[in-house]
């Protein structure tokens, strides 16, 4: 007596340090739990908020760019005269500018500069001259185009939809992890029962022989027999509690949940899924993150070989500049001069640049061509990968669906056989290892019956992620592009 005591205060001590302060949940808020505060998700999330503030700096090469210049110096030199007097020179200067790239590649830049000198003489006489001017630099050949000028912003937003595509990649990681540990936590839960009950049965033997023995209707050893039969079922509990423990340890990680979590009483049951190899493989190419990816690399590569096509062109350049200009001995007089006097710059021109031969730029473009096509191959390897995965899983799905039923006449039957052995023994037909062998029998059959309700859910859970439909399934949905300076999560699941 004192020993059933002492188990069944290891039992509960066990029981009662894995749920105490713990969260009770179902499947569902799991799931929403998991998506909320799961700490790699959270991670993903950051890295692709990272790639949209990388796409908005791509912009930034249409900021106008400011520039301000001041110099002041001497110099000092011999004069062309005869006399080579020593001449010395003082000059003083500052400049503004205003530079605009356009998508077109071409370069406009608005500028106003001013120099004073001074030349050390009779008169002593400083002299200003002032310029305004506004030139522009257009490529008409090699670097010309939106393509060629936005190129980083293009390999930007291409990473930023990698990143997304990754972030929905640890998304489906983490459903699919939460929902088979869900499941293994009820195929424990339900276990773990089954092993209580088996228990308080072996012990229910024991105190019948023992009363039996006493009695004279039976021999000692039925004592003996009843003893090895709990100590064993006991045991068994025991593994049972650990194996509830650490599924549980196991959530309560991916939900970021220090304090434990505990199950509700959902039951373990088998929902109706219809699985179709095709249908499966159409919806994997278009929502699959994994293939999602591999199309934004190639896409990538592709604005790569637009890139290095262009650089096989000659470097035309179109160059334009109108100036006006004044001059006076105080700054004010060079600003009038420059409204009233016919001082006025002006050029246009091109300017051709072409290396012979132009190794660097063919092999450029032949490596980019040489590595879409590797990509290329990768992804129809890659394909014919999830095909093979999504007959896999239907396989796994109709297999697990049709050992429920088998699992099922299973447990009848062995039930069925242990009543009528707990029958003969009242009787005196059957012996204690009789019924403790019917009933490792049964333990089997309802521990085979769990293990193929979870296994046919887990099943669901695979089909669901090799085909690319788990986060629809689950009501998981995109809320709209990161935003850098935004809070609220990328990933949101609708309530049911």
Known sequence: MIRRTLFGLIVISLFSAGVEAAELVNLKQAERFALERNLNLKASDYDARASEALVRKGYGIYDPRALAEFAEGQSRDSSNSLTLAEVEVETRAFGLSLGQL???????????????????????????RSEASLSLTQPLMQGFGQLFTEQQILFAVQDRHIAVQELRAQAFDLLTRVRDSYYDILRYRDNLKYRETSVALAQKILEENRLRVKAGVLPP???????????????????????????????????????????????????????????????????????????REIEKLDVERAVNRNLLLPAVDLTALYARNGTGEEFSD????????????????????????????????????????????????????????IRAAVRLLDVNHKKIEVSRRGRE???????????????????????????????????????????????????????????????????????????????EMQKQ
């Open 102 to 128: 356009f998508p077109t590649g071409a370069e406009l830049v608005a500028g106003f500069a001013n120099n004073r000198s001074r030349t050390a003489g009779s008169f002593n006489i400083p002299t200003y």
């Open 221 to 295: 050893i039925e004592i003996l027999e009843a003893e090895v039969g709990l100590t064993q079922r006991e045991r068994e509990l025991l593994d049972a509690q650990r194996a509830y423990q650490d599924a549980l340890d196991q959530l309560a990680v991916l939900l970021n949940y220090p304090q434990g979590v505990e199950v509700g009483d959902d039951e373990l049951l088998a929902h109706e899924l219809q699985a179709n190899v095709e249908t499966g493989f159409q919806a994997a190419l278009s929502k699959r993150p994994d293939l999602q990816q591999r199309h």
């Open 334 to 389: 060079s600003l009038d001069s420059m409204g009233s006097d016919d001082l006025n710059d002006w050029n246009i021109g091109l300017t051709l640049s072409y290396p012979l031969g132009n190794r660097e730029a063919r092999n450029e473009l032949l490596k980019t061509e040489l590595r879409i096509k590797g990509q290329q191959a990768r992804l129809q390897q890659f394909r014919e990968e999830v095909r093979n995965e």
């Open 413 to 491: 039957l062995s039930e069925e056989k242990l009543r009528t052995l707990l029958k003969r023994k009242d009787v005196g037909l059957a012996t204690t290892r009789d019924v403790l062998e019917g009933e490792d029998d049964l333990a089997r059959a309802q521990t085979d019956q769990i293990a193929s309700l979870a296994d046919y859910n887990q099943s669901v859970t695979e089909y669901l992620r090799v085909s690319g439909l788990l986060l629809e399934a689950e009501g998981v949905y995109f809320i709209g592009l990161p935003d850098p300076e935004g809070e609220k999560p990328l990933l």
